[in-house]
């Protein structure tokens, strides 16, 4: 691999730009808005604002999509899951796992898969 092809794929990994690609592309499969670009100007400035703690980040997902994934992993009703578990829907999801805190020995309940997915 050519060096500048190696930097400019640390680049990307750095900013974290593939996750962010991946985010905006699911979410205009989601929606299917009649004006993706207009869409996706307004995600993007709804990241911005969320960022600045000035609005919500857009979700995917809402409250009973998230109870509805949990009670799949959830299969015998314990009222909580694995931290394993907890990470492969994280990367089923699409997002990110390197910063999570969970030590192999948690348990997640379902609070905390939807505070934290």
């Known amino acids: 691999?050519?060096?500048?092809?190696?930097?400019?794929?640390?680049?990307?990994?750095?900013?974290?730009?593939?996750?962010?690609?991946?985010?905006?592309?699911?979410?205009?499969?989601?929606?299917?808005?009649?004006?993706?670009?207009?869409?996706l100007i307004q995600v993007l400035e709804r990241v911005k604002a969320g960022k600045r703690a000035e609005g919500e980040y857009p979700y995917l997902m809402d409250e009973d999509n998230l109870a509805a994934m949990f009670s799949l992993l959830d299969v015998v009703g314990q009222g909580h899951i694995t931290a394993a578990q907890y990470r492969e829907a994280l990367k089923t999801l699409g997002l990110s796992t390197e910063d999570l805190q969970f030590g192999d020995n948690v348990t997640i309940t379902l609070d905390v898969f939807k505070q934290e997915v």
């Open 1 to 39: 691999m050519a060096a500048g092809e190696r930097e400019g794929r640390e680049y990307l990994q750095r900013h974290r730009i593939p996750e962010l690609l991946h985010r905006l592309g699911e979410l205009l499969l989601y929606h299917r808005p009649e004006r993706p670009r207009e869409f």
